[in-house]
């Protein structure tokens, strides 16, 4: 397909198409694999118009076109033919190897696709799109449809904003001010004051998009939850969220929590206290002063100082230092600052020296272990592989004959074992196991056994108990703790397993699940 | 560890919203041969189909129900870790019992969504079969429970006839949607039609209308 541009109308060759929307198709250009294009399936003057005046006016902090593309600006509009010819779309800048901020906002896409996206990297995407809207922000645009396919993200957390055509534009044209409407939204993105409006009638301001910014930096930074996700407490069926959003029924803070509470294992709390604050002004006080909402340049300096601020545990887990212990394992900060090793071969290993004993996969169907560590055979689906326990911090198993792990298979068709542990835990236990699930080629202890972010074991999270019954640092009462334990799925490692351990219990059952497929 | 607590570190993995699908599969003994070998393989190719989509393999759950001579149900669990289980035909029909289950189950499900505070769509219940049901009594029941949760807008519920079923009966299941006579054995036709809706579903919000693909793998029912 040729397509004209330009003063001169030079012809510009189109390669195939990359995708496909409700208005058009996305192709490649040829010899510019720096640039797009977008081809109308019913083009309309009006979008012609609209896309004139938005080359011929950038936002003033708009970067340089060399740098990285802040926003994928429009850079030509295109005709069908060298003379006269009808619109037919826009040529805009090329953003390679990204992905939508939809798949870093679900962590289970996250742990696939950009597995060393830790809390570091999720602030700093934020942050860059907070840059981002500001940039639109400093200008007469309004974004108007900002949604979690609309940004794209690369893998150092760079941002673009994308789909500029939908931006609302106000043309200058003499005396006459001539809005472009944005006629598209979606409702977890749109401010109450803007639920059920028609759209394509509705002129949009900058704080509507304040208010889908908040959404997407809350789903950046709160595990993908959608801040007016809930569990509702009041009578019937619980509201869209789209009603929730026009009601104010946000969970965290406000007056509604006869109404709504927060999902379980979410709190603010794991927000740095000035995100926490920025939050709360949006979807509290904003609730009826849309002016209340933060600016992007607000998130961008809350962001840049909640980034200072992040701190990293022994097992690699970034999160805010004003916490006394790590979110996702609960582990006591004795180890603040120290980074996690990155590099698996020839890096550290995991363990500290001495708290693992080598140990051959055997039939023996239980053995007896050194202190704090516990190395176990399972028979799964005919494949030997062998699960650690290990508590490597806080309160060891004790020293003793009885620290023994009975391993009872049970289910291997579908390939799940049970583990049980005798005896119990000691009651001060906070988070002392990890378990790791062993991949059947990696039963040697001198395998790393967890790699650090983005190589091996991505995560290894303790969530807090259903009911946190959470005081002073301190587990307590007859209740469970989560073990997550995530991988890449690289080359057929273990991608998710999930372990949970009753307390208070004569013995302890670790249910293992492992969908292991052998290495090729 | 109970499903609930697996279920709710689940949703900590993944917090997006839910649209659980209840896969009621007549393998009774009518069933042998051809028939249940197409239905293995269309079931393969959906799952197949929906673990392509990456926003469906997320928030699409399966959950297969099968009757034939006894009624066996699995879990829920999203398209993205499903897997499809093997396919025997024996015995008589007992739809009602399936059906009774597929209630119970989604009825479950929805407390943990709760309980979880993700979200759901309006669940699928898809009715497949090539007799009538023989559990005299308790279908009729059943069928009737099934009506009432459509009408409170608590399933969806798409009843399919496969050759000679009887479709006068199966039409008690649901009082919006007539149902529809596969032509022959298309269960690849058919389940090509539902991962594409359920697609299009998942791009959607719930509570939201959506359109969804023309049906092609019915055929005209004049009886």
Redesign the interface.
């Known amino acids: 397909m040729i397509v004209y541009g330009g003063q001169e109308r030079q012809p510009i060759t189109l390669g195939g198409e990359l995708a496909r929307g409700g208005q058009g198709a996305i192709h490649t250009v040829a010899a510019r694999d720096d640039t797009l294009a977008k081809i109308y399936f019913k083009p309309d003057p009006l979008d012609r118009d609209r896309l004139l005046w938005m080359i011929g006016n950038p936002p003033p902090r708009l970067p340089a076109a060399t740098a990285h593309a802040t926003v994928a600006w429009p850079q030509l509009v295109l005709f069908d033919a060298p003379a006269e010819g009808c619109f037919v779309g826009y040529l805009m800048p090329r953003v390679r190897d990204s992905v939508p901020a939809?798949?870093l906002i679900?962590?289970?896409?996250r742990?696939r696709q950009l597995p060393q996206f830790d809390s570091k990297y999720l602030h700093r995407t934020a942050r860059n799109l907070a840059v981002a809207v500001g940039i639109v922000h400093h200008s007469d645009y309004v974004v108007g449809d900002l949604n979690e396919s609309n940004v794209l993200v690369t893998a150092d957390a760079l941002v673009t904003l994308i789909d500029v055509d939908s931006f609302q534009t106000i043309e200058l044209r003499g005396d006459q001010r001539i809005i472009y409407h944005c006629p598209v939204g979606?409702?977890?993105y749109t401010a109450p004051e803007l639920q059920g409006a028609v759209l394509s009638h509705v002129l949009r301001t900058n704080e509507h998009d304040g208010f889908a910014l908040a959404v997407l930096v809350f789903q950046l930074l709160m595990?993908?939850?959608?801040p007016f996700?809930?569990?509702?407490k009041g009578r019937g069926k619980?509201p869209?969220?789209?009603d929730k959003i026009q009601r104010g029924l946000f969970?965290y803070a406000g007056a509604h929590g006869s109404l709504v509470?927060?999902?379980?294992?979410?709190t603010l709390e794991v927000l740095h206290p000035a995100l926490h604050a920025l939050m709360v002004r949006c979807f509290v006080n904003g609730q009826s002063d849309p002016l209340q909402r933060p600016t992007p340049d607000e998130w961008e300096t809350a962001l840049a100082e909640a980034e200072e601020h992040l701190v990293r545990c022994r097992f690699g887990h970034t999160y805010s230092a004003h916490l006394t212990q790590c979110p996702d394992c609960r582990q006591k900060l004795t180890e603040r600052r120290q980074p996690w090793p990155r590099d698996p071969v020839g890096g550290r290993p995991l363990f500290p020296a001495g708290g693992l004993r080598t140990s051959q996969p055997s039939a023996a169907r239980s053995m007896v272990l050194t202190v704090g560590t516990i190395l176990a055979i399972l028979f799964v689906g005919g494949n030997v592989v062998a699960a650690i326990v290990n508590t490597m911090m806080g309160p060891r198993l004790p020293a003793t004959a009885a620290s023994v792990m009975t391993v009872r298979p049970v289910l291997p068709a579908t390939e799940t074992s049970v583990i049980t542990v005798s005896p119990v835990l000691p009651a001060t236990a906070t988070s002392a196991i990890t378990v790791s699930p062993v991949s059947p080629l990696y039963t040697s202890v001198e395998t790393p056994l967890y790699a650090g972010p983005g190589v091996g074991f991505t995560e290894l999270a303790v969530?807090p108990p259903?009911t946190p019954v959470v005081a002073a640092g301190r587990l307590l009462g007859p209740t469970?703790l989560?073990i997550?334990v995530?991988s890449t799925s690289q080359r057929g490692w273990v991608e998710?397993s999930?372990v949970?351990i009753p307390r208070g219990l004569e013995s302890l059952s670790i249910?293992v699940f492992l969908?292991l497929t052998p290495l090729p | 560890m109970s499903d609930n607590q697996l279920a709710l570190v689940e949703f900590a993995e993944n917090p997006q919203p839910r649209c659980p699908v209840v896969l009621l599969l007549d393998v009774s003994g009518s069933m042998a041969g051809e028939p249940i070998r197409e239905l293995q393989g269309a079931l393969e190719e959906f799952v197949t189909a929906l673990k392509a989509d990456e926003l469906a393999a997320l928030r699409v759950e399966l959950v297969t129900v099968t009757f034939g001579g006894a009624v066996q149900a699995g879990d829920f669990v999203t398209a993205d870790s499903f897997a499809v289980p093997g396919l025997h035909a024996t015995g008589d029909t007992p739809l009602g019992a399936a059906v009774m289950r597929g209630l119970q189950l989604l009825r479950d499900r929805k407390a943990i969504y709760k309980q979880g505070g993700v979200d759901y769509f309006r669940p699928w219940m898809i009715i497949i079969t090539d007799g009538e049901p023989t559990d005299t009594g308790a279908w009729e029941e059943a069928a009737e429970q099934l009506k009432q949760e459509e009408a409170r807008k608590g399933v969806l519920v798409y009843p399919i006839g496969v050759e000679k079923a009887d479709l006068g009966k199966l039409s008690r299941f649901s009082s919006q949607r007539t149902p529809l006579r596969l032509k022959g054995f298309e269960f690849r036709e058919l389940f090509q039609w539902l991962s594409k809706s359920l697609s299009i579903v998942s791009q959607s919000r719930p509570g939201e209308q959506v359109p969804l693909p023309p049906v092609g793998w019915s055929e005209i029912d004049t009886a």
Request: glycine share 8%.
């Open positions: 939809l798949n679900t962590p289970k896409i742990a979606k409702p977890e595990g993908g939850r959608h996700q809930s569990i509702w619980a869209a969220i789209g969970p509470a927060p999902p379980p294992q979410t969530l259903l469970w989560y997550i995530s998710t999930h949970t249910p969908p």
